[in-house]
Antibody, heavy 116, light 108 residues
Framework: QVQLVQSGAEVKKPGASVKVSCKAS????????INWVRQATGQGLEWMGW????????GYAQKFQGRVTMTRNTSISTAYMELSSLRSEDTAVYYC?????????WGQGTLVTVSS | EIVMTQSPATLSVSPGERATLSCRAS??????LAWYQQKPGQAPRLLIY???TRATGIPARFSGSGSGTEFTLTISSLQSEDFAVYYC??????????FGQGTKVEIK
């Protein structure tokens, strides 16, 4: 069955970077885009961007341009999202997701806490 | 940037009643509109895509309608498991997403 398994919780200081991984299984990793969505506690969903695992092409939400980088390692079917220059407002649960007309699959979420 | 606005923020409904949720786009998104359900501590779950197509395994009591800038999600007869937060989302060939702020459906 399709699964997306994310890396564990992170605690970072302001100004640092965080890299979250998302390991895919149960399907051909290069056949479906991976999107990243975050959610601060008690808040709504915020889309960050997408990556095509086959080509490596990416598209980022304007808000995160210059601060986010999405990459992949096809040999281990893993996508990565790196967010730099962290600030307290970046404290949130970060999800990877495969969503399309064929359905949706989400990672379990990774809590990133930014605190001095 | 397309802004998605959902109303109401909170909807109080009794089990068995109908719930109607609205979503408005700041400009036309054609039928590139999806609805998600999210329960506490869980990832979102896709209910509807293409404004009106139910995702696999979604019960028939969930229906979506609309096109352009005005969309509606209707839950025909609320079950206990339907009390959750619902988000609309516009997408452009699934390459650019924007979510609404969500509507919480709570028990009346």
């Amino acid at each position: 069955q399709v699964q997306l398994v994310q890396s564990g919780a992170e605690v970072k200081k302001p100004g640092a970077s965080v890299k979250v991984s998302c390991k895919a299984s149960g399907y051909t990793f290069t056949s479906y885009d991976i999107n990243w969505v975050r959610q601060a506690t008690g808040q709504g969903l915020e889309w960050m961007g997408w990556m095509n695992p086959n080509s490596g092409n990416t598209g980022y939400a304007q808000k995160f341009q210059g601060r986010v980088t999405m990459t992949r390692n096809t040999s281990i079917s893993t996508a990565y999202m790196e967010l730099s220059s962290l600030r307290s407002e970046d404290t949130a649960v970060y999800y990877c997701a495969r969503v399309g007309n064929s359905g949706d699959y989400w990672g379990q979420g990774t809590l990133v806490t930014v605190s001095s | 940037e397309i802004v998605m606005t959902q109303s109401p923020a909170t909807l109080s409904v009794s089990p068995g009643e109908r719930a109607t949720l609205s979503c408005r786009a700041s400009q036309s998104v054609s039928s590139n509109l999806a609805w998600y359900q999210q329960k506490p501590g869980q990832a979102p779950r896709l209910l509807i895509y293409g404004a009106s197509t139910r995702a696999t395994g979604i019960p028939a009591r969930f229906s979506g309608s609309g096109s352009g800038t005005e969309f509606t999600l209707t839950i025909s007869s609320l079950q206990s498991e339907d009390f959750a937060v619902y988000y609309c989302q516009q997408y452009n060939n699934w390459l650019t997403w924007t979510f609404g702020q969500g509507t919480k459906v709570e028990i009346k």
